[in-house]
């Protein structure tokens, strides 16, 4: 069984700064994509970024450049760097991941395998 665990929310002021991580317990296979993806109260998933085992990225068009998605030497835990965080971030963030999937998406209906999700609150 994949079993995915977030970590590394929290609250933090508008230009503040978090990290989250991600682990997976299963081990990974040659190809797959793991991505984080949020959900803001009264509002739908949204894609964040993604990053397949080839280490290819991709980011929303809104967040590009301000956020970093990374995974470790392993490919079991996957980062997401998140500077100069401003209010609209606030929301739960969940990450994802799917085997033999490449190169990353960012439509949630690809990924099989789902965290828990970690809050993310950033006042103004």
């Known amino acids: 069984q994949v079993q995915l665990t977030e970590s590394g929310g929290g609250s933090v002021r508008a230009g503040g700064s978090l990290w989250l991580s991600c682990t997976v317990s299963?081990?990974?296979?040659?190809?797959?994509?793991m991505a984080w993806f949020r959900q803001a109260p009264g509002k739908e998933r949204e894609g964040v970024a993604a990053i397949d085992s080839a280490r290819k990225t991709t980011y929303a068009d809104s967040l590009k450049g301000r956020f970093t998605i990374s995974l470790d030497n392993t490919g079991t835990t996957l980062y997401l760097q998140m500077p100069s965080l401003k209010p609209e971030d606030t929301a739960t963030y969940y990450c994802?991941?799917?085997?033999?999937?490449?190169?990353?998406?960012?439509?949630?209906?690809?990924?099989?395998?789902w965290g828990q999700g970690t809050q993310v609150t950033v006042s103004s």
């Open positions: 299963a081990d990974t296979y040659k190809k797959y994509s």
């Open positions: 994802a991941v799917d085997f033999f999937l490449t190169p990353p998406t960012l439509g949630a209906w690809a990924y099989k395998y």
